[in-house]
């Protein structure tokens, strides 16, 4: 594993701090506990998802947002992370961890712990679009299922398609999103901002937004369905060595 402030890092010149929400309740999910303390095969989502952070060899400093009464534990595991609490929406949580990062940090990752199994080559193409210039960056992935827009729902609950959405405009975007430090501040300084990720924000300040490749392995765990794809996928054994 890479040590955050790896020397290659701090070498390539940029500093980078990586927030990573993990204090929602993950009630879709239908676990005991808050989704990020759902278990992966013996380590919580929380531990599988900043391993893979650290392992990325980007981050300078990383700071994880849990809900309240799971700080302590969350202290105990990730010790090498900065932790504090959450809120009761996503961006709230995010605006503590950008509180929590400081001011040294130059390039912002906003990262859901919900997304553990994301490749170290999306966080690289995500700081490397931002170094070249781009202040908000996604990385996100072609759409393939054919899209129905609908009306808003009947009293009845019954839906009626009235649109059928051009696909090949759409992406699905993921996580990290990286920011360069002004564009996150920027885009989280009306505190009644509420938004499902970061980068809807920076467009509601008429902040560009740029997209680069994701990856299907940085697939959000929502459902009990997503649980048990990224659950077999971590306990597959790893490819022979040639
Ligand atoms: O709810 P959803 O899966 O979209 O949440 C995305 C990420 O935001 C998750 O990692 C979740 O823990 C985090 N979150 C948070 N604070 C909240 C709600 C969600 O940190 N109040």
Redesign the pocket.
Known sequence: MTAIGDPDTVAAGVTVGVI???????T?LGEPV???FVDLHGRTILEVCVAGVVDAGVATTVVV??PADLVERARGLVPDAIVVA?????S???RAGIDAAGSASEVLLVH????PLTPSAVFGRVVAAVRSGHPAVVPGLPVTDTLKQIEPRSAAGSERVVATVDRDLLRAVQTPQGFTRDALLAAHADTSGLA?DDAGLAERCGIPVHVVAGDPLAL???TPWDLRIVRDIVAEPPPPVE
């Not at 990573?20 to 993950?26: D, H, L, M, V, Y």
């Not at 959450?86 to 996503?90: E, I, N, T």
């Open positions: 990573i929400p993990a204090a929602g309740s993950g879709r808050p989704k990020a947002v849990v959450g809120g009761a929406h996503r709230d949580s995010v859901d712990a919900a997304r499902t959000k765990i929502t």
